[in-house]
């Protein structure tokens, strides 16, 4: 049986999901947003929270054939539509609550958390797992395409499983993954956007 509440409302949404969103257009943002961060064509990104894969496949249209992506989810049913979409051999996929992620420590090169974060029932224990795989120096970002307040608006509208997802605002998530060991260096909020960048310290 379920215990997770999220679980069952992203796997009864899942295949709805897409309709929502232009998806052309988030494309563009994404790719837009991917070379702002700098993600280098050779690495290993872990996409969390990766839903039906729109992140994944712009990050794919970005990778050589050297990069890869691990993509993780907790809901089936949203892995299961990102995969028609995508038949890619450089994308693993796992259906997996990020606190407990089936990686080697050290493995992953960067990590994009896009539009996930207020859905982690305990996100100083989710940084502390992503701590553990990044390899040292490697890359998290806490990545919003839209605004805080309207990430809250939508959540507060929605299904009672995530009523509660609040985004905290950019100083509270940098002050968390501080906490976590990792150092800052950047932090923000716009009418467009709300990004956390922070770095796995060198050993």
Same mark, same amino acid.
């Given at each position: 049986?379920?215990?997770?509440? /999220? ?8 295949? @709805? $999901?897409?309709? $929502?969103?232009?998806?052309? #257009?988030?494309? *563009? @943002?994404? !790719? ?12 290993? +990104? ?8 729109? %992140?994944?496949?712009? %990050? %794919? ?7 890869? +992506? ?12 990102a995969r028609v979409k995508i038949a890619d051999e450089r994308v693993v996929w796992h259906t997996v609550d990020a606190r407990r ?15 996930? $974060?207020? *859905? ?6 989710? #940084?502390a797992e992503l701590s553990r795989v990044l390899r040292p120096g490697g890359l998290l970002h806490v990545w919003h395409l839209i ?7 939508? *959540?507060?509208? !929605?299904?009672?499983? +995530?009523?509660?997802?609040? %985004? ?5 998530? #940098? &002050? ?14 716009? !009418? ?5 960048? !922070?770095? &796995?310290?060198? /050993?």
């Amino acid at each position: 049986m379920t215990t997770n509440p /999220r679980i069952a409302f992203f796997d009864g949404i899942a295949v @709805k $999901w897409d309709g $929502w969103e232009e998806l052309e #257009a988030l494309g *563009h @943002k994404l !790719a837009a947003g991917l070379d702002e961060l700098g993600v280098g064509v050779n690495e290993c +990104v872990l996409d969390v929270g990766c839903g039906t894969g729109n %992140l994944t496949l712009a %990050l %794919l249209a970005r990778l050589s054939d050297r990069g890869r +992506v691990v993509a993780v989810d907790i809901a089936q049913r949203m892995i299961d539509v990102a995969r028609v979409k995508i038949a890619d051999e450089r994308v693993v996929w796992h259906t997996v609550d990020a606190r407990r992620l089936p990686l080697e420590d050290g493995s992953c090169d960067r990590v994009i958390c896009c539009s996930v $974060w207020p *859905h982690f029932e305990d996100p100083g224990e989710v #940084a502390a797992e992503l701590s553990r795989v990044l390899r040292p120096g490697g890359l998290l970002h806490v990545w919003h395409l839209i605004q805080r307040e309207r990430v809250n608006a939508i *959540h507060a509208s !929605a299904d009672e499983a +995530v009523r509660g997802d609040v %985004l905290a605002p950019a100083r509270e998530t #940098a &002050k968390l993954l501080a906490g976590a060991g990792f150092l800052i260096s950047t932090a923000v909020e716009t !009418a467009e956007r709300y990004l956390v960048t !922070a770095r &796995k310290a060198m /050993r």
